[in-house]
């Protein structure tokens, strides 16, 4: 099953095309949710004995948490009538068709899965999703801030750099207005204020919001919505790895502490540090 | 010939830190010369303090209006401008590195290494994966230049005894008007020493039920001069706001001293405490994996445990 674009980007049925000219009605028409499909938050990873990676056969996989709140504010976008259609997008083998279908279950209307064995690496994917902007002309590309398998916290902001479109990152917060967004995000000083015009890439955080859970009539639903698989050898990205993983490692531990009975021998072996 | 450029981080006044630090990285694989960039609208305040770090060989300042505050859209073509001259660049693993560092390693067509933690040499580094539960050792290609963020905690500061040339020059990049900043809403920390460079930190968890009850963990960070953190659930909670959140997306911090108040010790918290010097941990759970990593644990109500311990600080 490969999806041709000719068939379905560059051609719009003619309700979109009067939307298109008429702005005000919606404030997008499409938005891209890139969803990665990870090792599930509450596993704890281990490295391999031989050093040769992490253990990750037979672990629980799931969405990025951080796309799935991304993908949340994209289904409160659009049932606000802000957006007509979400879209969900994964880059990854045959598996991740079980991400893409827990996205479809959420609300996404349809899912694409750019296919490829290989782990790209960061610039990679932005490289593919760009190709993909390309023919799917989405106003808003909104995923998470970063991974939590390789926590590179790259993708969008490398996305946002090839498409030449603004990026707001860690996003705590957001609003729409015609053309125009306006984003809280998440800084190390406080709470910083932007102001983007649309096309844009936005990058969640924790807090923008908490996503829903999904009921059993969703999951059957899901199964009837459209997935087309694309290879990656389609789009003719260049996704050639720049950086050699060489060794893989478990952190070094800290040696195990003491308990103290109370507050007075807590007082005392902290000061015996000169700590206090 | 290993030259390293190094975007400054600042607040158009003075140069946060973090700085220091990736000047301290370059200079453990030996580069031959360590430049630092002041992105700024009048940088020249940023550029003298740069100036004085050891080790440093050239600041370069690029001043124009639209560098009045740090958008990563505005400065990166400002920085991949810089890029012929050296064979990498820098920034703080900081929320300004990370919004910034990826977008101008796309612009120079490059791959970005996230959160260097030890340089073997200037092309193999060490960096966390899995919320550091595994640490990888990364190859970079030596024909191309490198694009990395720097894991602040793992570096000192260098030293502010320098004296390196500071030199003017114009912005040549094409600036783009689509991203405009609004306002910061500003820090909760008040007066206390800042949560990313404070040898004290204080945190309080969940378990400390309320912003009014947060006032412990304030009485003890300013009995012992600390700065104050939270976990994500505090946070979460609204307890504090987001800028005090420590761990895996929020601040990873390496004070000398660290105690932990009614927090659990969710793996994603204790990343961001593994380079402290002494962790602490009260909280009323003796199984709360916090004890794991703490050098010194108290099994106790925190309520009753923190104002005895603030009262036996104040003698």
Redesign the interface.
Known sequence: MTFRISSHGQQYPLRDWVHHFRPDMTNVKKILVPLKRV?DYNV????KPDGSG?ALDGVKMSINPFDEIALEEALRIKERGEAEEVIVVSIGGQESQQQLRSGLAMGADRAILVETTTDL???AI?RTLRALVERENPELVMMG??A????????G??????W???????V?ELTLNASVA?A??????????????LP?VITS???LNEPRYVKLPEIMKAKKKTLNVLPLAELGVDTTA??????????AK?P?????D???E??Q??SN?E?? | MTRVLIVAEH?GVSMNPSTAKCVTCARSFNAEAVDIVVLADDGEQVANEAAKLAGVTTVIRLNHAANNSA???VL?PQVAQLAADYTHIFGPS???G??????????LG??????VMEAENAF?FKR??????????????EN?ILVATVRTASYTAAEPTGSAEIESRSVTADI?K???????????GGARPDL?TAT?VVSGGRAVGSKENFELIYELADT?GAGVGAS?AA??SGYV???LQVG??G?IIAP??YIAVGISGA?QHLTGI?DA????AINKDEEAPI??????????DLFT?VP??VA??KN
């Open positions: 090792v704890r990873v281990r490295v992490v690496e960061p610039l932005a801030k970063q939590i398998d390789d926590d590179n916290n790259q993708t902001q490398m996305l946002a750099a090839l030449e479109r603004p990026q707001v990152t860690f705590s306006t809280v995000r998440e800084v190390d000083a406080g709470l910083e204020v932007i102001e983007i015009d844009a955080d924790l807090r720049q950086f050699d993983v060489v060794a893989t490692e478990p952190p800290r195990r502490g003491i308990m103290v109370d507050v007075t807590l007082v072996v902290l540090r700590l206090i | 607040n958008l990563a859209a990166a900081t929320t300004f990370k919004d910034l560092m990826p977008r101008v390693a796309a612009l490059v791959g970005q290494l996230s959160d193999r966390p994966i899995y919320a550091g539960n595994a640490i990888i050792t990364v190859q970079t290609p191309r783009p689509h991203t405009r900043f609004v306002e910061l809403r500003g820090d909760t990313q004290r012992i994500r946070v979460d706001g987001n800028d895996q997306t601040k000398e001293l793996i593994k010097g002494t962790i602490v004890f794991e990593i703490a050098d010194f644990g108290l099994a106790a445990a005895e311990l036996a600080l």
